[in-house]
């Protein structure tokens, strides 16, 4: 390498966000961090809340006594973390579908995403203080 | 659907090596269309479902503190809960099961753990989806014991018999 060529103007420093790249460290890779992590919490807890259901099955007392374990604040705060990850999967999800199925959706992905996030907090945000009251009230 | 294909012009179509085109489309990559079908039909019908179901079975009445073998008898009474159920539990354990899958596509390099993975998976899936299934189809909400007297906790209509 020749001295002019260092000597010439070094290129723009790298920054951390994703310089030459429109996906690593952007919205399009979190949202679906976001969503393989809810998705996979989600599955986890279907596979147990079957199992629990199955318990009508083998008798009143014993649907009753397990479903009794959930009726109190630190299981109500389980189940809105719980919420909390399906109405973003769902959400997301639509987000998803109109990415690949409307014609402009690649132009607008970043802002459905912050449709998205709105959404969340307004849904989530009304499930969370009316199940909470629900909960503590009881 | 291999009767008919249809042929769009799009540029250099017809530069297109024959092994990229749909007509020689393999199975497993039918399969994977499929899934990626299934996963975006599924999902806003499982928005509709899910959402119904949080709402009134927490939001509604007592929420969570109106939970119990009564309350779950008094749904699978009507049909149109049985539907729901069972509608939400094929659906939500079959998009999960690809969910899963194309994660431990992801994150499996050597094909024995792959295979591992799948099989547990599969299996489990399986046998949620059946014992579920069963749930709600024998369902029986006037449970009665050995003795034939009706067990405790009981829904209070069956009393009433």
Known sequence: ?138 | MSSQQLNIAAPRSGDIDPKYLRQSASSSSNREMFKWVFMRISGPILLVLIFVHLFSNLMVGDGVHGLNFGLVAGKWASPLWQIWDLTMLWLAMIHGTIGVGTIIDDYTSKDRTRVGFKVALYLASVAIIVLGTLVIFTFEPCMTDAAGNLMDNSPSFCFNQ
């Open chain 1, 1 to 138: 390498m020749s001295t002019a060529t260092t000597a010439q103007q070094s290129p723009p420093a790298q920054k951390k966000s994703g310089r030459g790249t429109l996906y690593r460290g952007k919205e399009g890779m979190w949202s679906w961090v976001g969503h393989r992590i809810t998705g996979v919490v989600i599955f986890l807890f279907l596979l147990v809340h079957v199992l629990d259901t199955a318990l009508v099955r083998v008798s009143p007392e014993a649907y009753d006594a397990v479903i009794g374990t959930y009726k109190n604040w630190y299981m109500a705060l389980g189940e809105s973390g719980l919420v909390a990850a399906v109405i973003y999967h769902a959400f997301n999800g639509i987000r998803i579908v109109l990415v690949d199925f409307w014609k402009k959706g690649t132009k607008y992905h970043k802002h459905m995403l912050w449709a998205v996030m709105i959404a969340w907090v307004v849904v989530f945000g009304a499930f969370f203080v009316r199940h909470m009251m629900l909960v503590l009230g009881g």
